[in-house]
C-alpha cells in the first residue's frame, strides 16, 4: 500500500512539474513571438519622432464595424477583441501618441459619413487623419477631390505585406489611387465569397458523402458542372404540396445580388482590363461570359431546384435562410456568415465557389462591396510624415496581431468545423480577384455598372447578357471616361 501511495505522488509530482515545464514554454514562447515582432516592427517602420509625441490620430468609421478599432472591456478574453488592444496599445506605446474614434451611423453613407469628412476638407481643419469606409462608394468617392493618393503618402510601404498589393494594383489608375484595404481591414476577410454546404443534409444523399465533395476541390474538379449535378440530385419535394415550396429541399440557396457578382470573378472573367499605354478598357459580354449567365440563369430561374432569398419572407430570406432551417444543401454567401452557423447545431463545410471548368488553374474569391476600405482626407496632407508613419504602424500591427488571430485562431478553426472546411478557408483567402470596373462600380450607379451586368440578366429573368451589355455599352463607356479623369484631377 505504502509503495502505491509513493508511486502516486510521485506521478503528480510529475505531472506539476511537466505542466510547469509547459508553462513557462508557452511564456517562453509568447515573449519570443513579442520580441520577433518588436524587432521586424523596428526594421521596416518609420522611426518615432519628437513632433509626433502627444498627437491625437482621429479615424472615422461606420459604427457597425466599431470591432475593427476599438477594445471592449467587457469583452476581454475574447480573441479578436485583445488582438485589437495588443495593435492599439503597440501603435500608442511605439509613437507616445493618442488613438481616437469617430464611429458614424450607418443609414446613410453619403450624409452620415461623408459630410463631416467634406465638411473638414472645406474647413481646412484636419479633424480626421483617416478614413475607413464602405468599400465599392468610397473607392468611388474617393476619387472626387476630397482624398490624398496613397502612392504620395510618405512612410507607406503599398508593397509590405500588411497592404493588399493585388488590390492596390487593381484599383490604381495612372499610378494613382485613393482608396486602399489590406490586414487593417478585418472586413476584408470575412467578405470573402464561400459555399456553404450542409454536410448532415449531403451525407444522408450522396453514397460519397460530404468527403466527395472535398475530394473534388482536393484534386481541382469542383467545377460548375459538379454543381449543378448535385444540386439536382438533392432536391426533393418533401411536403407533399404540388409545386415546391419553402418547405421542401432545395439543392441550392441563394440571394441574387453579390452571390451571383462572385460567379462572374471565381469563373475567371474579367470585366475590365488595360491597354499597351495602361488605360482601363471594358471587355464587353464574349462567349464565356454568355455561357455563364446561361448556365446562372438554368439553375437559379428555371430548373426548380434552387430557392431565391430575395426578401419576400423575412423569416427566411436572409444570406444564409434557407442553410439555418437545414432546407438546403448549398448556399452562397461569405465568410462572416461562419459565425452565424457556428451558433447552430448544424453540421456545415465551408468551400470555395466553384471553377468555370476543370481547366481554370485556380479557384477564385471576391471580397464583398460592404468590407473596410481606406482613404485619407486631403487635409491630412498638412501632416503627411505623422499620418503615413500611423497608418503604416497601424496595417503593420494589424497583421501581426489582428489578421493572424482572425485568419488562424477565428477563421480557420472556430468558424471551420472539420480539418477539410480549413483547408478550404487557405484556398479562399490565398487567391481574391480584383477588378477595376467592381471596386469602383458605384461610378455607374448603385447595381448599375458592368460587374452587375450578370447579376442584372439573372434577376431580369434571361441569360441574354450580351443584348444587354450592347444596350448598356454607350452609357457604360462614357461613364467610364468621366471616372478615368476623376484620376487625372
Known sequence: MKKLLAIFFLLCMLVTTLAACKGDEVKDNQQTSEQDTTDLADQVLPASKAEYVGKEFKIIYRDAYSYEWEYVEEDAGATINDAIFERNSAVEDRYDIWLAYHPVANASFENDFLSPIKTSVLSGDNTFQLAAGYEYRLAYNSTLGD???????????LEADWWDGNFAKAAAYRDRAYVMTGSLSLSHLYSSACVFFNQD???????????????????GNWTLEAFETYITQFTADDDGIDGMTKDDSYGYATNTYTAVDAFLFCSDIS??????????????????????????????????????????????DQSIGMMLRGKTAFTTANLKNA??????????????????????????????????????????????DFVGAITEAMAFYSHEYV?????????????????????????????????????????????????????NCINANTDAVSVLFQSLKTSYNTKLGYLLENFQQ
Request: proline share 3%; with cysteine.
Open 147 to 157: 482624398f490624398l493618393d496613397w502612392h504620395q503618402i510618405s512612410n507607406v510601404d
Open 271 to 316: 470585366v475590365s482590363g488595360r491597354t499597351e499605354d495602361g488605360t482601363v478598357k471594358l471587355y464587353g459580354a464574349g462567349e464565356k461570359l454568355g455561357n455563364l449567365a446561361t448556365i446562372l440563369h438554368r439553375i437559379i430561374n428555371t430548373s426548380g431546384k434552387t430557392y431565391k432569398q430575395d426578401g419576400e419572407d423575412a423569416e427566411i
Open 201 to 219: 443534409f449531403v451525407n444522408a444523399r450522396l453514397d460519397g458523402g460530404s468527403a466527395e465533395i472535398f475530394d473534388l476541390v482536393e484534386s
Open 339 to 384: 459565425s452565424e452557423l457556428r451558433t447552430t447545431e448544424i453540421n456545415y463545410g465551408i468551400l470555395p465557389y466553384p471553377k468555370y471548368d476543370a481547366s481554370q488553374k485556380k479557384y477564385y474569391s471576391i471580397t464583398m462591396d460592404y468590407s473596410s476600405a481606406f482613404a485619407i482626407p486631403r487635409t491630412a496632407g498638412e501632416d503627411i
Open 403 to 455: 489578421r493572424d488571430a482572425l485568419y488562424s485562431t477565428v477563421l480557420k478553426y472556430r468558424d471551420a468545423k472539420d480539418a477539410d472546411s480549413s483547408k478550404c478557408i487557405d484556398i479562399i483567402l490565398e487567391n481574391p480577384r480584383y477588378d477595376f470596373a467592381y471596386i469602383y462600380a458605384f461610378a455607374w450607379g448603385d447595381q448599375q455598372g458592368p460587374s452587375a451586368i450578370l447579376r
